[in-house]
């Protein structure tokens, strides 16, 4: 059974630094995996996509990686704003037939002013 | 990517009683998922809604809790029944629309029961 596990749990920071949030794997089958971030009460709006073939994908100040041997994948956020406050999660897409997507419990982060 | 407006955004609930939440897509797609978020917790699947069919519940999930209807592509609803406070959580709706391009999530209901 796929486990994704997130680290750190939790992540204040001042603004303006660069961080990174990692989220690991234990399945390397994957077929995609993909970041989202959650505000409080809200849905999952999708950050990035990397699919299986590829090695990161970039966003605006955001960037993705994804090491499948390893099962490791990290979000980049450069140049942190007040705006980033949210928790971010980590999602791992299964292969093979129907696919079944396992969620991290994510990276809540506060970034102070 | 697809937009997905799900309704209601939130609601508090009698014991009980039950509730009803709609997901409609501006694309038509073979399969809408339904998702729990207990407190604190990750996201974990009810089922997953085909059109013309019954839909598939995952393991601890079941129809008569959850019932769950399909009437067209681009619409679904999941009535959450007979509600206990244990069933306070976020439910989100989601959806891939072509297939590698990701899934893409409804902003999610957040119901307290009380």
Do not use: H
Request: with cysteine.
């Amino acid at each position: 059974k796929q486990e994704v596990t997130q680290i750190p749990a939790a992540l204040s920071v001042p603004e303006g630094e660069n961080l990174v949030l990692n989220c690991s794997f234990t399945d390397s089958a994957i077929y995609n995996l993909q970041w989202f971030r959650q505000d409080p009460g809200k849905g999952l709006t999708s950050l990035l996509l990397i699919q299986s073939s590829q090695r990161e994908q970039t966003s605006g100040r955001l960037n993705a990686s994804l090491d499948k041997s390893s099962g490791r994948s990290t979000l980049y956020i450069a140049a942190s704003q007040p705006g980033d406050s949210a928790t971010y999660l980590c999602a791992v897409i299964l292969s093979g037939g129907y696919q079944k997507v396992t969620f991290g419990i994510g990276t809540k982060l506060q970034v102070i002013p | 990517s697809a937009v997905i407006s799900q309704k209601p955004s939130r609601d508090i609930c009698q014991r009980g009683t039950s509730l009803t939440i709609q997901c409609q897509v501006d694309s038509q797609v073979t399969m809408m998922f339904w998702y729990r978020q207990q407190p604190g917790q990750s996201l974990t699947l009810i089922a997953t809604a085909n059109q013309g069919s019954e839909a598939t519940y995952e393991s601890g999930f079941v129809i008569d809790k959850f019932p769950i209807s399909r009437p067209n592509l681009t619409f679904s609803t999941l009535t959450v029944s007979n509600m206990s406070p244990e069933d306070s959580s976020i439910y989100l709706c989601s959806v891939e629309v072509y297939t590698n391009y990701g899934y893409t999530f409804g902003s999610g209901t957040r119901l307290t029961v009380v």
